[in-house]
């Protein structure tokens, strides 16, 4: 895999099947990724078996080529359940749709998608602006390690990304979000 591809993570990595280098069996489909959120570090991945159990793929157990993300694992490891993440969030289940907000109290826009560059495939945030911003800008690009904190509201059932008040974004359109892996690697 060219380690320079920006991915994109709802398109490129999402629901792609998981294939045993030893054996060539299909072991399941990614059903999300695994990160850190405030430094973008990725630990790996939740993977849906045949029957529907979630299993963890560490990321330094995969590979992500054309068709299908490959491992050397013959089987799938143990369930997520079993698993404690302390600071790993879900980026799908988490991540996505999560409102950015200064410290300041601004908010920003909320996290529309979620990409990974270079070697690391450190995440990074594409935040649709706030209604009133939108009629202004694009939307931006947030690296992961630009955060001061992550929260989850558990009683409005939502997450912030709390960033710096002079958060140093990249203000671009989606269409261009390729253009800019260079300048991250």
């Known amino acids: 895999m060219d380690h320079t591809k920006l991915l994109n993570l709802n398109k490129d990595v999402k629901g792609r099947a998981v294939i045993s280098r030893a054996n060539g069996l299909t072991l399941g489909q990614v059903v999300d990724l695994i990160v850190q959120p405030q430094n973008g570090q990725v630990y790996g991945l939740t993977v849906s078996d045949a029957e529907g159990q979630e299993h963890f793929l560490a990321w330094n157990e995969t590979e992500i080529s054309a068709e299908a993300v490959l491992t050397n694992n013959t089987d799938l490891p143990g369930s997520t359940s079993t698993l404690n993440w302390p600071e790993a969030v879900r980026v799908c289940n988490e991540v996505l749709g999560a409102k950015v907000v200064t410290e300041t109290g601004d908010l920003l826009g909320s996290v529309t998608d979620i990409h990974l560059f270079g ?25 992961s390690d630009g955060m001061r904190a992550y929260t989850r509201e558990i009683e409005q059932n939502c997450c912030r990304l709390i960033v710096p008040a002079n958060v140093n974004s990249v203000s671009i359109s989606p269409s261009k979000i390729s253009s800019l892996a260079a300048l991250y690697e």
């Open 119 to 143: 070697h690391s495939y450190r995440a990074f945030y594409y935040v649709t602006p706030a209604a009133l911003r939108k009629l202004f800008r694009n939307g931006f690009l947030l690296p």
